[in-house]
């Protein structure tokens, strides 16, 4: 036990120094196309500068994953055309949604605007929260949001600087940060805030997984119906490392398969969209629950 301890420490405190030492490139990003939701109703549409896709890397410093997730921000550089040369500073506060687009892939991607609570170590819901801007991973009934936390491996330039891309090709998934809500709600609840645990709350798993049923039963509170299988899927143990070794089992089947022949980059690619789907899945579950007992 006391080498498991050392071990986790070990790897904590690396991340946590990898996070601090590594100096990422922050040169202005391009203006990207937007819509962006007012909370009085109107839409704006332009171009907003300085947004990372949730598909990208973020670089976590423990402790710091959703300001390092770019979520937190507090306004939104905008304007009208591409080629204008002023621009417009707009609060996040006067924001409802954002929605923007992938101009390589034209994929349509949405942040909405929730006051995130957690869940502590009471399973109760704090009454306080940290306003984010979160990527919509899955819309329903139960909106599931969350974004990729990954540790990339740097490129090292003439002047010593270190950055990365962020390609999937050069990052190891680190963990999925997941938030709950439904569409109507101005709140998201976060079963576990991975960036802020300590080595040694790894080492009890199965209080954490108890967050992840009070934060279903939080969000869908107004079905009775669900409760019952959220109360089930607890008695059967649903959210536990056994879960995730047969959903990781149940797929590797179909993953070797794709990796037959791949190298480099493309096995990269495959490896970090089945080990997300991993991380994801297993809460997918109880939202398709809510789907059917609560038509």
């Given at each position: 036990?006391?080498?498991?301890?050392t071990?986790?420490?070990?790897?904590?405190?690396?991340?946590?120094?990898?996070?601090?030492?590594?100096?990422?490139?922050?040169g202005?990003?391009?203006?990207?196309?937007?819509?962006?939701?007012?909370?009085?109703?109107?839409?704006?549409?332009?171009?907003?500068?300085?947004?990372?896709?949730?598909?990208?890397?973020?670089?976590?410093?423990?402790?710091?994953?959703?300001?390092?997730?770019?979520?937190?921000?507090?306004?939104?550089?905008?304007?009208?055309?591409?080629?204008?040369?002023?621009?417009?500073?707009?609060?996040?506060?006067?924001?409802?949604?954002?929605?923007?687009?992938?101009?390589?892939?034209?994929?349509?991607?949405?942040?909405?605007?929730?006051?995130?609570?957690?869940?502590?170590?009471?399973?109760?819901?704090?009454?306080?929260?940290?306003?984010?801007?979160?990527?919509?991973?899955?819309?329903?009934?139960?909106?599931?949001?969350g974004?990729?936390?990954?540790m990339?491996?740097?490129d090292?330039?003439?002047?010593?600087?270190?950055?990365?891309?962020?390609?999937?090709?050069?990052?190891?998934?680190t963990?999925?940060?997941?938030?709950?809500?439904?569409?109507?709600?101005?709140?998201?609840?976060?079963?576990?805030?991975?960036?802020?645990?300590?080595?040694?709350?790894?080492?009890?798993?199965?209080?954490?997984?108890?967050?992840f049923?009070?934060?279903?039963?939080?969000?869908?509170?107004?079905?009775?119906?669900?409760?019952?299988?959220?109360?089930?899927?607890?008695?059967?143990?649903?959210?536990?490392?056994?879960t995730?070794?047969?959903?990781?089992?149940?797929?590797?089947?179909?993953?070797?398969a794709?990796?037959?022949?791949?190298?480099?980059?493309?096995?990269?690619?495959?490896?970090?969209?089945y080990?997300?789907?991993?991380?994801?899945?297993?809460?997918?579950?109880?939202?398709d629950?809510?789907?059917?007992?609560?038509?």
């Amino acid at each position: 036990m006391k080498k498991l301890i050392t071990f986790l420490v070990f790897i904590f405190t690396m991340q946590n120094m990898i996070a601090q030492s590594l100096q990422f490139y922050t040169g202005k990003r391009d203006f990207i196309p937007i819509e962006i939701l007012m909370e009085d109703g109107s839409t704006k549409k332009g171009f907003a500068q300085d947004f990372m896709l949730p598909d990208v890397a973020t670089f976590s410093i423990m402790g710091k994953g959703p300001k390092y997730a770019n979520l937190d921000r507090k306004d939104v550089k905008f304007k009208t055309l591409k080629s204008d040369t002023e621009i417009q500073s707009i609060p996040v506060s006067d924001i409802k949604s954002l929605i923007y687009t992938n101009e390589e892939t034209q994929e349509h991607f949405q942040l909405d605007k929730r006051l995130v609570k957690d869940i502590n170590n009471d399973l109760e819901m704090e009454s306080e929260g940290k306003v984010l801007m979160l990527p919509l991973m899955e819309k329903g009934p139960i909106n599931l949001y969350g974004y990729r936390s990954m540790m990339c491996k740097a490129d090292f330039g003439d002047n010593f600087a270190v950055g990365s891309n962020g390609g999937e090709d050069n990052c190891q998934l680190t963990y999925v940060m997941i938030y709950l809500s439904k569409p109507d709600e101005t709140y998201a609840v976060a079963p576990v805030d991975y960036s802020s645990l300590s080595p040694l709350a790894l080492l009890n798993m199965k209080t954490l997984y108890k967050k992840f049923y009070k934060a279903y039963e939080i969000v869908g509170a107004d079905c009775p119906e669900f409760l019952k299988k959220v109360d089930e899927a607890r008695q059967n143990d649903y959210f536990s490392n056994k879960t995730f070794r047969e959903n990781k089992k149940a797929t590797d089947a179909e993953r070797k398969a794709l990796l037959k022949g791949k190298k480099g980059a493309e096995a990269s690619r495959i490896n970090m969209k089945y080990r997300t789907e991993l991380f994801t899945n297993i809460y997918k579950k109880l939202i398709d629950d809510y789907k059917e007992s609560c038509k």
